[in-house]
């Protein structure tokens, strides 16, 4: 093979906007030749687009049925990811998913036993893993630079969204339409560099807002409390009902402080070891030196096009994804971890209790009385990127 042929699987917003890129040729030895969507007005704008280069099926099973692509892109509502997933590796496609990897981490578990058993290359859209100063401060955190980790703080309250955007679509901001609130649909990138640089945390303890600023029934607010194995903590926090908010990234450790805002990573490195200074200095108030520096982290990567470039790669050359499949479970328990310790009033242990999630998250779909208003769109989401 010296080229993947690709379909979209999902075309609303972020379908289409995968396939700009796509379209002109910016994924090497990569062709955009099918998508699918079950809305006939999407599949009509995009015979109307590609005027008949791309071929369009009614739905994923088509497509697959059809044997037109070696890989596909699922960019669609997100209950659907895992089930999509699960009957692409079945027919023997390599698959790359939009976030979230699924609702909850039960199916999430059986699209990644899938895509172990297929053999094919599974990737993730975790495009924020393409940033340089993401990658940058992963490597201190990792390395001894930074010492062993004590505190984190991650603020994610730049996520602002009007009551409009949860009034287009009809699945948005609904229990059996998306599953959650800002959780599932922001924060996912967000939760997954938090751990990806930091590490999964042992237990949570969350309070979420439901429909707090919006007329939704999902959360547009959450404070979340964390636990590490080595005893230290950490605090996430997400919204979409402040403005203008912050998107700031802390972590504290035994050599000193990174602080992530605006591209910037700023560190605050301590000329000995905080628990060493601690324990044998004499002087009663002041800490050791500290020397602020700030750390070149280069661009802030080539984003949706970069996770693409780097599954084609995958495909044909066997390179290393920016993020494997299966490890958007991470992120997923957190935002499941976070919702069942708001909706149990207790902490949470992790791996989570898959069961217990999916039980409580299936009685808010049945008691639901909540009636959607406003009529449905599809929305240019590239302003959404970060």
Request: charged fraction near 25%; charge should be neutral.
């Amino acid at each position: 093979m010296d080229r993947v042929r690709i379909g979209i699987v999902g075309f609303g917003g972020m379908g289409s906007s995968h396939s700009e890129y796509l379209s002109r040729g910016e994924v090497p030895q990569a062709e955009l030749v099918a998508v699918a969507d079950t809305a006939p007005e999407r599949l009509q704008y995009a015979r109307e687009k590609f005027g008949g280069k791309v071929k369009v099926f009614e739905s994923a099973g088509a497509l697959f049925a059809a044997k037109a692509v070696d890989a596909i892109l699922i960019a669609t509502p997100h209950y659907d990811h895992p089930p999509i997933a699960i009957e692409a590796f079945k027919n023997g496609l390599h698959v790359l998913t939009e976030k979230p990897a699924g609702v909850y981490t039960r199916q999430v578990r059986e699209m990644n036993e899938a895509a172990a058993k297929s053999g094919k290359v599974f990737g993730i859209m975790f495009q924020m893993r393409t940033g340089g100063v993401y990658q940058k401060m992963r490597d201190l955190v990792n390395s001894s630079e930074l010492g062993e980790l004590r505190r984190c703080v991650y603020l994610c309250t730049d996520w602002f969204r009007s009551q409009c955007y949860y009034d287009s679509g009809g699945w948005r901001a609904t229990w059996a339409g998306e599953g959650g609130g800002v959780l599932l649909n922001q924060c996912p990138h967000s939760l997954d560099v938090w751990q990806w640089i930091c590490g999964m945390p042992k237990r949570v303890r969350a309070f979420c807002h439901f429909g707090k600023y919006h007329r939704i029934e999902v959360e547009d607010d959450v404070t979340a409390y964390v636990e590490y194995p080595n005893g230290a903590t950490g605090l996430f926090l997400a919204t979409t009902g402040e403005a203008p908010g912050v998107n700031r990234l802390e972590v504290s450790g035994d050599r000193g402080m990174l602080a992530l805002e605006h591209g910037k990573l700023v560190f605050r490195r301590t000329r000995v070891s905080v628990a060493q200074w601690t324990q044998e200095t004499d002087q009663a108030f002041a800490g050791p030196e500290c020397w602020t520096c700030e750390v070149p982290g280069g661009s802030g990567g080539e984003q949706h096009r970069g996770v693409t470039k780097a599954f084609v790669n995958a495909i044909l050359k066997g390179t290393p994804l920016v993020a494997r499949g299966e490890e958007g479970l991470r992120s997923l328990e957190l935002s499941n971890a976070m919702l069942l310790s708001a909706w149990t009033d207790q902490w949470v242990d992790l791996p989570i209790n898959d069961g217990l999630f999916h039980e409580k998250l299936q009685e808010r779909i049945k008691t639901s009385k909540f009636q959607k208003t406003g009529a449905g769109s599809t929305m240019d989401f590239s302003k959404s990127w970060k």
